[in-house]
DNA sequence: ACCGCAACAATGGTCGGATCTTTCGCGTCG
DNA sequence: CGACGCGAAAGATCCGACCATTGTTGCGGT
């Protein structure tokens, strides 16, 4: 156990103890090294490893703080583990995309508002309009289709839910991207698919959302650049 | 962007660019430090950093080396953040478990293997034998707990499943544990479940493995400590 | 009395050096 | 040939100094 650790178990338990709470201003470090028993430099690994967790927030000239431990933040480096996974992650982890969509489908039938549906009605048109006008705007296709799904994300009633989706798309949506470029048509079929979870959105039909998604993401799989190699010992698991 | 987010990033891009492998070691503290233009002790918090994140793993007298970037090891500082929510979030955590403890009993019921099922039941075995003749055992009966459903995430082929289960897992089980404490009777139930699971298992049956979990996980909810605060402007989400 | 700007103090950010602890390699001795 | 021990190498920790940024305070002008 290394004083950094012990730095970080420290303030762990100082928030958990409600010494600290969301938002409060941590005492300065010269003092703080002093109640912990360690040296400034040893305080600051620890707060900085915090700080990336998303725990902690450091401003030059004022202090640091406790931030708001809200789950999209604090799920952020998350997404820092997501990029280092290898390829030969990259199905299970579409797997795992796929049920946290799915979900969040099924719960957003009953829950998504009216100025929601318009809203991502008017993204699905302009995704119409680019494909018939602009083809070759991957970008903005692309950039809508993480609008229209953080849309439904953010309906799910369940903010841990909205964030697990957040951090998941980061990586995938790469893909996507090289996807976009390799086959032709890949966008028309997606905004397809598109439309049909919109439609279940707006009747308002769990079931039918959640699979219309399902059929959505087995697609993305289908056009994910796929290479078994020698420790791919059991075929691509089938839903 | 501070010095420290140099470092991070610096080796985040040197591993993902393939110049640091798994299990590689890194220059010595001095050269990187001049290679990446900050001080040792700028270096040395990003490099505390990502140890803390599983990503590096620095041993005295030795040196720093990548980790096997596996995903378990990868996913354990996000059980820190689980620790750290609030108990307003303890319902949305939950249901995250249980989508993904249910899609890890569907799976695990076409791929686990015939050693394991014994394994489990030994353990159902146990848990039967110590509810008959020392129920006061909660600690030993949470810890079969836990290693029950470990077993049916061991089995899913996504190993990516396993490891946020096993995250997952960590924050639940101890309010299983007061749960158990306050309540009579929860236990015998909760075997009773699991036989139920282990069943379903045994006969290779995945939508009865799910359903199974489904029930045996909602019976959970059922007992947490649930305070309804002036933010819970919605009801508990029914599945 | 009010407003704007400048100086000051507090705080985190960065740096280089010094010393301690652990580990590993290699030479020596039994 | 093997066991022991010494020393080099590397990270761990600490310290003191200085830099950069921010918030505050007080002064002067209007």
């Given at each position: 156990m290394s004083?950094?650790?012990?730095?970080?178990?420290?303030?762990?338990?100082?928030i958990l103890n409600g010494d600290l709470q969301p938002g409060e201003r941590l005492p300065v470090e010269k003092e703080?090294?002093?109640?912990?028993g360690v040296s400034r430099g040893s305080l600051?690994?620890?707060?900085?490893?915090?700080?990336?967790l998303g725990i902690l927030n450091s401003r030059q000239g004022d202090g640091t703080y406790v931030t708001d431990l809200d789950v999209s933040q604090l799920l952020a480096p998350?997404?820092?583990v997501v990029d280092l996974q290898g390829d030969g992650q990259t199905l299970h982890l579409h797997a795992i995309r796929r049920l946290l969509e799915c979900e969040a489908a099924r719960l957003a039938a009953t829950r998504i508002t009216d100025e929601a549906l318009k809203e991502a009605e008017a993204l699905l048109e302009e995704?119409?309009?680019?494909?018939?006008?602009?083809?070759?705007a991957h970008e903005r296709i692309i950039e809508i289709d993480i609008a229209f799904h953080r849309i439904i994300a953010a309906h799910t009633g369940n903010p841990v839910l909205t964030g697990m989706i957040e951090?998941?798309?980061s990586r995938t949506v790469r893909e996507r991207l090289w996807r976009s470029l390799r086959e032709e048509g890949i966008d028309r079929r997606t905004h397809g698919e598109h439309n049909a979870i919109w439609r279940a959105l707006k009747y308002h039909d769990p079931d039918a959302a959640r699979i219309r998604m399902a059929n959505h993401l087995l697609g993305?799989?289908?056009s994910l650049p796929f290479l078994p190699g020698p420790d791919e010992d059991e075929p691509p698991l089938e839903s």
């Open positions: 004083r950094t650790d012990d730095v970080v178990n420290g303030i762990k338990h100082m703080l090294a002093e109640t912990l600051r690994e620890g707060v900085r490893a915090l700080s990336i998350m997404g820092f995704a119409g309009r680019i494909l018939d006008e602009n083809p070759e951090t998941f798309a993305v799989e289908d």
